[in-house]
């Protein structure tokens, strides 16, 4: 009963934090007009040091030897997954709908199986080459609009090409935390690499906010910059490793292909965007692939 019952919980905690990811892309375009997207950038990763710091501060002190040997490796990982992904994902809403943004967001297991092989020299099986080919089919139908004709002249909104680089960075970043220093405490990490994220991205925002008119800070500005730095940065990834523990990351992973369908229904509701059989058509593509990539073999 008590295992039933921790299953629950765990997948209702990666739905909860799938969720909250999903608002992350409606705020991405409800805000293309109000905050330019390094400062929105910036300014989430500002409230989630401001938030984490009194919880976290006393692991980087205890851990700043582990922290200061591995500053490379920091630094690589702050930069993709603090500095870059993010912000592309802000620049990507400036040009694309919500819809797209989760969409192809929910490929990045696909690059992940393709840069394992590169780096660890992983197998790629029949399954993950079915896989990878019926997730490209469902994103080339996505950003052609299910008019393939464009391939010809390659008009893709510029929007989907930066939330596809971003999905290849995030997959770079989710490699990389496999090589995190098992010494090095979860919250110790998270703060060293949001502040180490933030530092490589002051230069960029300065740069933005010197060429970019005044920020308006108005009040759904203001709620929304909250809304990513404390529930997008912070509880979402605390509801995740729950998630994790309770029912295991394969499980977890696939509640976190149903976040188009959060931010489709989002979209829809707040944002007034049309959802057309091209999106449920790469949606069904995009997920069939992903599915049979991660399916094994009985023994």
Known sequence: MK????LVFGYLFALGATAIWSGNFIIARDLNESIPPISLAFWRWVVAVLVLTPF??????TEWKILKTNWLYLSI?????VTIFNTLIYFAGHTTTAINLSL???????????????FYKEAITVNKAMGILLV???????ITKGELSKLLSLSFAIGDIWML???????FYSILLRKKPTELSVSGFQLSTFILGLVFML???????????PIQFESKTMFSILYVGIFASLTAYILWNKAIVKI?????????????LFSGFLAYIFLGEDIGMNHLYSLLFILSGIIIATLKKKS
């Open 3 to 6: 295992n039933n019952k921790s």
């Open 56 to 61: 976290a501060y006393k692991k980087i002190i």
């Open 77 to 81: 990982v702050s930069f993709l997954g």
């Open 104 to 118: 192809i967001s929910i490929t990045f297991p696909i690059f992940i199986v393709i840069l394992s092989r590169i």
């Open 136 to 142: 490209l089919v469902g994103v080339v139908l996505l």
């Open 165 to 171: 680089l971003a999905a290849i960075i995030f997959a």
């Open 203 to 213: 230069p960029f925002f300065i740069w933005e906010t010197l060429n970019s008119p």
């Open 248 to 260: 295991g990351a394969i499980n977890a992973g696939m509640i976190y292909y149903t976040l188009p």
